[in-house]
């Protein structure tokens, strides 16, 4: 008797129940999927990550004694999808069974889902072992705001706790101590890249015309393809990157492309790494170096992946598909063309798009303040923004680049990731960045040609958003800082504001 077990390319998870001891009757599939390099425009560097991580996961998994067969996409372009891949499989091996593991995106356990319909076998589905709540947390958790949800999961988990199961160093969060900005002369470490060699990929999707975006040196791929290269990337975050990482966690500079950022997105979200592994390697590095790295520096990286990354996935199954729907600021405008070239005069949106197409990776605070911010200020539909954001990044997989593009960068949703938008003028970003001193735009002035696009436009998405924004109790401070300006002032800004969106594409 065959059973077919399918893995998709982001269930790299060695660890797996599946995987513990190789059976003759079991017969894994993996496949390079046309489907899946085209329901968006990627980055060539994902592309090229994703098949060559494909690639030696499948091979370890034979070299350990596992049937694989592996479908290049030399291979599988005679398949229309993925469905009619496997029924082919199915029906070549005679399988008596089929197997898959949750898929992490609505589109593809909706098409499994549909395709075990059709089929006259038992179909089983197995959890992916990754994640460290299920997929329906949403409804096991009280509360739906995410500083109690990761409290809850530090307890569950016991995570940065006192015996008696209190917050270490007596708060749950650091992030007031997270803001600091970047001392000018400061000697950013390098960043620890990978060289591995992908040109017989790169040829590969040559030969089948495959549509990408961004640059890559496929004969050096920096990016992490299997779990050593993971390993040793979380190794080098640990020794040289965290005991500043929670410091200049919200930190820009035109000087370096990832800071203290760890970079571990993609080895997590194809599960090369598995978060609690990262999150104890985390807490026990912390703990045997505690005079260097200090409580706030660890905590801070915890957060994010025990906090966020959870709360996301949580939020995106329990909200899906009308998620994807939302836009609740009825945002219209076209995506500017620099989105796809970084030619623009504005420094900081420049940098950040520029060094995203170079290395396929922008950091938190350059996703969400800079390139995410100026969308939400002039007003891009999070239609064909989430397509950026889900083609261009290396880690960029829905149900973690949705909520995050869709709700805490855009409040598409309303307010379910966080209480108030995420807009700001070019006062934050010159606070937080290096970047104004360089820029043709000046920060400082408010309205009038030359003037930050960032300060006027924030000011005209405040104003055209009153009748939604107005009650909010955390805006009320900046509509009543907006009320006390002078109104032949306001009325300036709202025209620099006009000019600016009038000719967004060529700014
Ligand atoms: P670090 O700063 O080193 O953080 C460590 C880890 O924490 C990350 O690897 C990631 O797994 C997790 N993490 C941090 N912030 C978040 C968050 N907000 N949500 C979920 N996990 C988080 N992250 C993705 O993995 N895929 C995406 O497609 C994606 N799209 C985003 C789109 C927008 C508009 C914004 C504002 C954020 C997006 N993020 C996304 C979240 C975050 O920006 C990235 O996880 C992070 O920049 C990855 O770099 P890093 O590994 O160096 O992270
Ligand atoms: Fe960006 Fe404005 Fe600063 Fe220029 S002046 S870098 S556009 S915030």
């Not at 077919?4 to 993996?30: C, E, K, T």
């Not at 499989?89 to 992490?104: H, I, K, M, R």
């Not at 609740?328 to 005069?345: C, M, N, V």
Request: charge should be negative; glycine fraction near 4%.
């Amino acid at each position: 008797m065959t059973q077919v077990r399918l893995i998709l390319g982001d269930q790299l998870n060695a660890s797996h129940s599946w995987f513990q001891l190789p059976d003759d009757d079991v017969l894994f599939v993996m496949a390079e999927l046309p489907q899946e390099t085209a329901y968006v425009v990627h980055h060539r560097q994902k592309v090229l990550a994703f098949f060559a991580a494909m690639r030696r996961f499948a091979s370890a998994l034979e070299r350990a004694g596992h049937r694989v067969r592996y479908f290049t996409l030399d291979d599988s372009a005679a398949y229309a999808d993925l469905p009619e891949l496997l029924r082919r499989v199915l029906n070549e091996t005679s399988a008596e069974a089929f197997a898959y593991q949750w898929p992490d995106e609505y589109r593809l356990d909706q098409q499994l889902a549909d395709f075990a319909r059709t089929l006259d076998l038992p179909v089983s589905v197995a959890d992916t072992e990754h994640f460290l709540t299920a997929r329906d947390a949403w409804e096991h958790y009280s509360t739906h705001r995410m500083e109690y949800f990761y409290r809850a999961l530090r307890r569950e988990y016991q995570v940065l706790l006192d015996d008696d199961g209190k917050p270490l160093g007596g708060q749950w969060n650091f992030d007031a101590d997270n803001r600091a900005r970047l001392p000018r002369e400061a000697a950013l470490p390098e960043p620890l890249v990978f060289a591995t060699d992908v040109t017989d990929i790169d040829q590969m999707l040559d030969r089948h015309d495959v549509q990408t975006l961004g640059v890559a040196d496929p004969s050096a791929l920096l990016w992490p393809v299997n779990r050593a290269q993971s390993r040793e990337l979380l190794q080098y975050f640990l020794k040289h990157l965290l005991p500043a990482f929670g410091r200049y966690q919200d930190a820009m500079t035109p000087d370096g492309w990832s800071l203290y950022h760890s970079r571990l997105s993609f080895s997590l979200n194809t599960k090369m790494l598995h978060p609690l592994e990262v999150i104890r390697a985390a807490e026990a590095h912390w703990q045997a170096n505690q005079a260097q790295i200090t409580l706030a520096q660890v905590e801070g990286f915890i957060r994010q992946i025990l906090g966020w990354r959870e709360y996301v996935r949580a939020l995106y199954w329990h909200h899906m598909p009308d998620y994807r729907q939302r836009n609740h600021l009825s945002a219209q405008r076209p995506l500017p063309d620099y989105y796809w070239t970084g030619k623009t005069d504005m420094a900081c949106m420049a940098h950040a798009i520029g060094q995203s197409l170079e290395y396929a990776y922008a950091h938190h605070i350059q996703r969400l303040m800079v390139t995410g911010n100026f969308a939400l200020l002039a007003g891009v539909h999070p239609d064909v923004l989430d397509d950026w954001y889900l083609g261009i990044y290396i880690d960029a997989i829905e149900w973690v680049e949705l909520p995050n593009t869709r709700g805490m960068s855009q409040y598409a949703d309303g307010g379910l990731m966080g209480s108030k938008p995420y807009a700001a003028s070019g006062q934050y970003v010159n606070k937080m960045s290096h970047y104004c001193k360089t820029c043709a735009y000046d920060v400082k002035a408010k309205s009038g040609e030359g003037s930050c696009p960032f300060n006027s436009l924030y000011w005209h998405f405040l104003n055209r958003h009153r009748d939604r924004l107005g009650d909010n109790p955390r805006m009320k401070l900046v509509y009543a800082n907006w009320d006390r300006q002078a109104p032949a002032q306001r009325k300036d800004v709202l025209a620099t504001a006009e000019v600016y969106l009038a000719r967004l594409n060529t700014l």
